[in-house]
């Protein structure tokens, strides 16, 4: 069967992680991908790893791969004029222009969204940036570690009364990339109904707003800040992470609801079968002893032991799974999740499968071209996308646009 | 009709969606909402467990007082059905006839097998359905007891979330299902171009550990790729080393990136390496300027300094002699000034602002972040659109049990236009 977007053609300048991730599904999906990356300034994922025995390699880097499989790439120095003429050329080629670089900057190369429109009237630009493309604060730079700090994702993590952990990683890297994709979807839905074209001005921060919408709310309707109480709920007790036997092993234990923890005080015994904390009133005013208890029992036994005693008897329980326990994941497995695909610098790597599964137009990994290396599709793209000859493309590289 | 949103305006005016989820999915809905979908939450008669997820507001009492329900419910039209009736499959049934998209989260509220996704798809053909499910729809785990805060775990996206050697921590507002409604949306929109193709829609598929997993950098990727103890290197396992070669810039530590201010937390990574080391040159610049900067590290050229703590020129008391100057530097510092400082000086930082800075900053506001709807007479906070410059609907309050029944389900009891 036809992919679903098979003969859309996408145009990314974006790097790190926001911008790609969305160019990764529409090509999982079938569209015509073409990265522009330059030598001069490889993609930041390309030097993040994880690597394949640890070697920092821009051409190995697993994290590039998961963000930027089954796409094309192209080298150009977006600093050489010359290399701007071919943009401007695979701007009329493309139905998609995806971006992030700092608000103005495709002004100052010519290549604004006016500019782009008077070139490709029907084209939609997907810009992603931390702030927003206006405002007093849209100059600042950053990754998507700032953007979840100005978005307050930073202050939803940590111990009660100690200073803020913040998530892992980057979260509006996390949040963006999902608004980005749905937007440049809807956008073309429209384009296709209407001949139009938009821009997209996505601003990462503000995607992480719609992820933690209640706690707005929340401030506007009671003036309550929200802060973090480590991993406690409000309308859950036990909600935590206990440590388990073995060395940073650790399992994620809840009861939702009296039923719950009635089995789950039935397993571990002793003090939590009091019937004072059979509701969830009693549970809260003895949280501390209750925790106290469970993490006394879990710590005596392997995390997967704990998993399986309260899996059993219907308690919300998981390992708090690492790399590898996920890769031997057999839920992970059934879902197919983690996929082995050619790496074009020699043997195999493994990324991540779609998030989303189609019954009738499945993610084929075995459709999708490996990742690129910069430049790897240079000639390929200006000869078979653009219709540039040998002398042309020749010239290019010798005026170092190429590269 | 109503005017719980102008549904002229948007790209995706003119389709229809029902959403059947509960808590687990409600934003999916929204987002389709917000690009001018016609909306329609169905509701079993007692309401949604999404009316009964807090926060809560004071001015109300249960179930009209949940913040989580006001929301992600708002922009949509309300219905209830009680599916344990034939009349009310039948509800379904007619409803899901003209709709473009069906998103259902196995709702508890609904009897076990009341919603018959097959059934409904071939009644009609077109349509799209999807679900939301913790683990997948079938496998080893597909019926496993989750809540929130275990497939955030199981998705890799809370055992690196740490402090130190305390345990992994996840946001106090959980968020696996959330990724994953958020990921249902994108995938019924990828099954929507097959249909575009074919005219016949399809089953869409997504989990919320799967979906947690996007909130990982890809560490999750270092056991099948072979890279040992990367989460050591990146500094946040529990035997990370203090100085780790991070080049990313943004730095995927967590809390030793947190430096304390005059009033609250500034988040900055001191990077170092071709992709971002110029920033940490120019705050070491301001710190020069300040007499702030000791001499040892006047000639430190963060770009190259990966190659000199290689070559063990550079070594970890030193690093930390450096911090040690850059946190008493900052201590002084408040958050608004080093926000306009990251402004002027383009530095690579920002303040960890709280949940009630972020409704007063000036940027946000200016950009349409924040509105209020009425909700059954009260008054409620949502999040403007989450893309900008493009169509995109004002969003009406959430939708009152069984509010708009009469409207869409019509007045006479449907089992008597069936008969």
């Known amino acids: 069967m036809t992919k679903p977007l098979a003969g859309l053609k996408v145009l990314e300048f974006a790097w790190s992680v926001a911008g790609p991730v969305v160019g990764r599904a529409l090509a999982d999906y079938g569209a015509t991908v073409v990265r522009v990356e330059s030598g001069k300034r490889p993609d930041v994922t390309r030097l993040m790893g994880p690597f394949p025995d640890g070697k920092i390699d821009k051409d190995r880097s697993a994290l590039f791969e998961d963000y930027n499989l089954g796409k094309l790439c192209i080298a150009l120095d977006m600093g050489n004029p010359a290399a701007r003429e071919v943009i401007k050329d695979l701007v009329a080629w493309a139905d998609v222009v995806s971006e992030s670089f700092s608000p103005g900057q495709m002004e100052r190369w010519g290549l604004g969204y006016e500019a782009l429109k008077a070139i490709n009237p029907g084209i939609i630009l997907l810009s992603n940036s931390l702030l927003g493309q206006h405002g007093p604060l849209s100059k600042i730079a950053g990754y998507g570690n700032l953007g979840a700090a100005l978005a307050s994702v930073h202050s939803t993590v940590g111990q009660a009364g100690s200073p803020p952990v913040g998530p892992f990683g980057s979260y509006t890297d996390y949040t963006a990339p999902r608004f980005g994709l749905f937007s440049v979807l809807a956008a073309l839905d429209h384009r296709d109904q209407t001949g139009e074209g938009a821009w997209i001005d996505l601003g990462q921060s503000e995607t992480a707003f719609q992820f933690f919408a209640p706690l707005f709310a929340e401030q506007a309707a009671t003036g309550r800040t929200t802060t973090p109480q480590g991993n406690r709920s409000p309308e859950m007790a036990p909600h935590g992470v206990f440590r388990a036997a073995g060395q940073d092993s650790w399992v994620a234990i809840a ?12 397993e571990i015994g002793g003090p939590l079968t009091d019937p004072r904390l059979s509701h969830l009133a009693g549970r809260k005013a003895a949280e501390d002893e209750i925790e106290a208890a469970i993490g006394a029992w879990t710590q005596a036994q392997p995390a997967e032991q704990v998993e399986a005693r309260l899996q059993q008897r219907r308690v919300p329980a998981h390992v708090v799974a690492g790399s590898a326990e996920m890769a031997s994941d057999p839920q992970l497995a059934h879902l197919g999740y983690f ?12 990324v991540e499968a779609s998030r989303f599964m189609l019954s009738e137009t499945p993610f084929d990994p075995a459709e999708v071209a490996p990742p690129p290396l910069i430049g790897s599709d240079s000639r390929t793209i200006m000869c078979d996308f653009l219709g540039y000859d040998d002398r042309r493309i020749d010239d290019l590289v010798a005026q170092a646009a190429i590269c | 009709m109503t005017s719980s949103s102008d ?3 948007g790209f995706l005016a003119g389709y229809r969606v029902l959403d059947l989820t509960d808590a687990r999915g409600l934003l999916a809905g929204q987002m389709f909402a917000r ?17 009964r997820t807090g926060p809560f507001a004071d001015d109300a009492a ?14 949509k039209r309300g219905v209830t059905i009680d599916l344990a009736q034939p009349a009310g499959r039948e509800q379904l049934a007619r409803l899901a006839a003209s709709a473009d998209f069906l998103i259902e989260s196995s709702d508890p509220g609904f009897p076990a097998g009341a919603i018959d996704l097959e059934a409904l798809r071939r009644a009609n053909p077109a349509l799209i359905t999807v679900s939301v499910t913790a683990f997948g729809e079938d496998g080893p785990k597909a019926d496993w007891a989750a ?8 998705g890799g996206a809370l055992f690196p979330a740490r402090d130190g050697p305390s345990p992994p921590l996840s946001p106090c507002l959980p968020q696996a299902w959330i990724h ?11 099954a929507h171009f097959a249909r575009k193709r074919t005219g016949r829609g399809q089953h869409v598929s997504v989990t919320a550990v799967t979906s947690s997993a996007m909130a990982t950098l890809a560490y999750i990727l270092h056991e099948p790729v072979g890279h040992p103890a990367f989460l050591d290197s990146l500094g946040t396992g529990p035997r990370a080393r203090k100085q780790t070669l991070d080049l990313s810039g943004s730095g995927s530590r967590s809390r030793r990136n947190k430096w304390r201010l005059d009033d609250g937390y500034l988040e900055m990574n001191l990077a170092m390496g071709p992709a971002a080391g110029h920033f940490t040159n120019k705050l070491m610049q301001w710190m020069r300027e300040d007499g702030a900067l000791s001499p040892e590290f006047h000639d430190w050229d963060w770009v190259s300094l990966p190659a000199r703590i290689m070559a063990e020129e550079i070594e970890g008391p030193q690093i930390e002699r450096l911090r040690t100057e850059v946190a008493a530097f900052l201590a002084g510092k408040t958050k608004a000034e080093m926000l306009a400082q990251a402004v002027a000086k383009k530095l690579l930082l920002a303040p960890v602002m709280t949940v009630a800075e972020v409704m007063e900053q000036p940027h946000f506001r200016d950009r349409d972040n924040f509105q209020t709807v009425s909700e059954g007479g009260r008054q409620r906070m949502i999040v403007g659109s989450f893309a900008k410059n493009i169509p995109s609907v004002r969003l009406g309050g959430a939708p009152g049990l069984g509010a708009h029944n009469a409207e869409i389900l019509g007045a006479r009891p449907p089992i008597e236009e069936v008969a």
């Open chain 1, 255 to 266: 009861a939702r609801d009296d039923a719950d923890w009635t089995r789950l005080a039935a």
């Open chain 1, 339 to 350: 996929i082995e695909v050619e790496r074009l610098s020699g043997g195999k790597t493994t």
């Open chain 2, 7 to 9: 549904r002229q305006a």
């Open chain 2, 35 to 51: 690009m001018g979908a016609d909306v329609i939450q169905v509701e079993p008669p007692q309401g949604s467990a999404a009316r």
């Open chain 2, 62 to 75: 249960a179930p009209d007082n949940s913040l989580f329900w006001s929301a992600y419910a708002a922009g």
């Open chain 2, 147 to 154: 809540t929130d805060l275990t497939l955030w775990a199981a």
């Open chain 2, 180 to 190: 994953a409604a958020a990921d249902a949306a994108c995938g019924a929109m990828m």
